[in-house]
């Protein structure tokens, strides 16, 4: 999502990694000295940046450092880096003919819009900037039609003060080292003229676009809603100007209280026709309720759906949309079912047991100060992201200090009560099973869902497992999924130019989620054409084919695979143990893994980053590979089959990281895996190991991914303990692990793998889809 109001700080460590890592500003060397106004600051506060971004001399360095890349240094850049040094080197006509190019011509705006007014003082130097780029700004908004002025108002939709909160936690990561290295210092240089930019055009922008979108709509910016006797709700409901007769809705349910967000969110759902609602839970904004997340979502978004079927404005027609939470407060609606909810299209649909906190009922560290973000007061507590490397501190010590997860919010100094309510609930049991569709519920839930998410997409799991769900309980199920190279945040909107260093397809670069969204919605509702993108009930991206293809079902695709069983290694062989398809002779063998669990010196099953890498590291791990694919493969589906397994312990997570190992060497990360054994047959009952006993563990909820493996190519997993800062560590005493200490951890883990696992990668032959 690319306004920074609209994200947390989080997300710009998962988009603009920092690598920080001296001599002069040369291009010819890697090694750059730390900017003397960075290192000679005292940074304590978000405002102590300002003394860094207001010096002439650190803004020459920045440009200095621009101008000394090489073309060919730029054009490896993500578009996202590229377009900001070519902004530190002035480089207008490259800007527009990229941003025509990647069809981006808002994406990027706030940077044209700059360069445009800088150009027209030149020209006329006795006059304001903010008059000349007023001036400019408007008359380019003036060109655009309803749905292209909502899109150019999302693209300036940028935070100056969040901007300058990530450049504080860069200034502050600098500080801490003795040299940078070129991609540090080039993740300042992009970081620092993205703030120089917002800061000259969004205020100003801001100001002109309140003034056209009150000549367009009518926006209704905090009406409550009473809808019995001890709940009120907080809404914002937009309507076009020349909207006459009653209309669907479209509505969003969030706890995220952004009035501006919300303007923005509801203006778009009226360009496309639709009455745009966006409502707030219990306890936000104007809502005198109690704030409680999750609980009542469902519950009260039914109550809010049947008093929209009745206002004047209304057909009687209510569809939902909205990713992560507000995917959830979708599916925790179709539990009840209102008879005005026609369609639903979640987007990276959060669940608090199958994604966060809880994956495969492992308890996770990321984000853990999300409830006293979301849920402290009734708007957003903005504080609590302000400073990441302060979370980092408090994740990397309840790692190595080995306190148990219940300790995280102490470490933090501020308590956490609602994350010690869903730590309290480490199973899928009747408190999460009251929230969102259980079982036979979903046999109520026959209207149209699409379900959006991603490859790279944290949370997939839990999006994917509401669609496995529906379809399980539910004959009758009409529910397309649409899934691509994309994480968090570009699954939700329109995709950057790369993931990590991976850079997408041309068409994966297609998708604008909420475009399609409500041409989908036209779909269902008028019988409109479908979206290009949704053809059959799975649609995916193949990465590295630049195709998207259509498959009737994940199951079908699934059973499209490769049995592989690991083969022991002859004596005095080094090398990786290969994946072969014929049962082992020697299936009752095993490989042993011996490790220290209160040795938190070392991390094992770590997700690696950025995701294509030289080498692969196998931190620790059982490196196991399949041969040399002699002909082009097709990967896609999610890898199925079990592990036979034994440990000296009562309980262990185990995971996987798996990798695409390409011709020339490197390797490509396609994924992360972590299950808890106890918990691998039921998410909702645990069943304790015996200790040395061979227990089957199936791989369950492992993700879904698709790319083309060229010849040449191998498949590689890494097995591993799960034991990082990602996730609490398992020391498998059986006892809760969420209360687990160090002190418990006792004799070193002995973990056998047995040869008989058997694991099911999705492969087949690549064949090419003929050119229409």
């Not at 690319?2 to 994200?7: A, H, I, S, T």
């Not at 608090?352 to 984000?367: D, S, V």
């Not at 269902?524 to 059959?536: I, M, Y």
């Not at 992360?672 to 691998?680: E, G, I, M, V």
């Amino acid at each position: 999502m690319d306004p920074l109001k609209r994200v947390t700080p989080l997300f710009y460590l998962a988009i603009i990694l920092l690598n920080f890592t001296h001599n002069t500003y040369a291009s010819t060397t890697q090694d750059f000295p730390v900017p003397p106004d960075i290192a000679n600051a005292n940074i304590q506060e978000v405002r102590d940046a300002d003394a860094i971004l207001t010096s002439a001399q650190f803004r020459q360095t920045l440009h200095k450092f621009a101008n000394g890349l090489t073309p060919e240094e730029i054009a490896q850049q993500s578009l996202f880096n590229k377009i900001a040094l070519l902004s530190l080197r002035s480089d207008v006509q490259t800007i527009n003919k990229i941003a025509a190019q990647q069809h981006a011509l808002y994406t990027y705006a706030h940077y044209q819009f700059y360069h445009q007014s800088v150009l027209a003082l030149q020209d006329a130097p006795d006059t304001d900037f903010n008059h000349i780029a007023a001036s400019v700004i408007e008359t380019e908004l003036a060109k655009l039609d309803d749905k292209q002025f909502v899109k150019m108002n999302m693209a300036l939709g940028w935070s100056v003060s969040n901007a300058r909160t990530y450049v504080f936690n860069l200034f502050k990561q600098a500080q801490q080292e003795s040299s940078l290295s070129k991609d540090e210092l080039l993740n300042i240089a992009v970081n620092c003229q993205l703030y120089y930019v917002l800061a000259d055009i969004i205020p100003v922008a801001n100001a002109v676009i309140t003034q056209q979108q009150h000549r367009r709509f009518i926006i209704e910016p905090n009406t409550v809603v009473n809808l019995d006797s001890d709940l009120t709700l907080s809404t914002t409901i937009v309507r076009r100007r020349d909207q006459s007769n009653p209309a669907s809705t479209a509505l969003q349910y969030t706890i995220y209280a952004d009035e501006s967000a919300h303007i923005k969110t509801a203006m778009n759902a009226a360009a496309h026709g639709y009455i745009g609602i966006v409502a707030n839970s219990r306890g936000k904004r104007s809502s005198k309720n109690h704030v409680v997340p999750w609980e009542h979502e469902g519950e009260d978004a039914a109550k809010l759906i049947k008093w929209i079927a009745k206002q004047n404005w209304s057909n009687g027609k209510v569809v939902m949309y909205g990713g992560s939470y507000n995917g959830f407060t979708q599916w925790a609606a179709a539990k009840h079912m209102p008879k005005a909810l026609k369609a639903i299209a979640p987007y990276v649909a959060a669940n608090l047991i199958t994604g966060l906190p809880y994956e495969n009922n492992i308890a996770l560290t990321g984000n853990f100060e999300w409830p006293i973000y979301a849920a402290s007061n009734s708007t957003l507590d903005d504080s609590v992201y302000s400073d990441w490397q302060r979370t980092n501190d408090i994740v990397d010590t309840l790692y190595t200090s080995g306190r148990p997860i219940v300790d995280i919010d102490k470490l933090a100094g501020r308590p956490s009560p609602w994350l010690q309510k869903w730590l309290a609930h480490p199973q899928s049991d009747s408190y999460y099973q009251a929230m969102v569709p259980y079982q036979t519920d979903y046999q109520r839930i026959n209207i149209p869902v699409l379900t959006i998410t991603g490859y790279f997409e944290g949370g997939q799991i839990s999006a994917l497992d509401y669609f496995y769900e529906h379809y399980k309980y539910n004959s009758n199920a009409n529910h397309a999924l649409l899934i691509g190279p994309y994480n968090h945040w570009t699954a939700q909107n329109v995709p950057r130019s790369h993931h990590s260093n991976y850079a997408l397809d041309p068409v994966a670069l297609k998708k604008d989620t909420e475009d399609l969204v409500f041409r989908w919605f036209d779909h269902v509702l008028e019988d409109k054409p479908k979206p290009e993108l949704v053809q059959n009930t799975v649609n995916y991206q193949l990465m590295g084919a630049n195709e998207w293809r259509f498959a009737d079902s994940i199951d079908l695709l699934n059973k499209q695979h490769i049995p592989f069983f690991i083969q022991p290694l002859e004596p005095n062989e080094v090398q990786p143990y290969k994946l072969g398809q014929q049962l082992s002779r020697h299936a009752g063998r095993y490989l042993e893994q011996i490790v220290d669990m209160s040795d938190r010196t070392e991390q094992r099953n770590l997700a690696p980053w950025p995701i294509i890498q030289d080498t692969l590291d196998t931190q620790g791990g059982i490196h196991i590979e399949t041969p040399v694919f002699e002909q082009d493969m097709e990967l896609t589906g999610s890898i199925t089959g079990f592990f036979d397994i034994a440990v000296n312990k009562r309980d262990v997570d185990i995971g996987f990281n798996y990798y695409h190992i390409l011709p020339d060497g490197r390797v490509f990360h396609l994924n992360n895996y972590r299950s808890r054994a106890s918990h691998a047959d039921s998410n909702e009952s645990r069943k304790l190991l015996e200790p040395d006993q061979l227990t089957r563990v199936p791989i369950v909820n492992a993700r879904f991914t698709s790319k083309l493996i060229p010849k040449g190519s191998k498949i590689a997993l890494v097995l591993n303990v799960n034991k990082n800062r990602d996730a609490q560590v398992n020391l498998g005493t059986g006892g809760p692990v969420n209360h687990e200490h160090i002190s418990q951890a006792g004799e070193l883990l002995k973990l056998r793998w047995y040869l008989s696992s058997q694991i099911n990668l999705p492969l087949k032959r690549y064949t090419e889809q003929p050119k229409t």
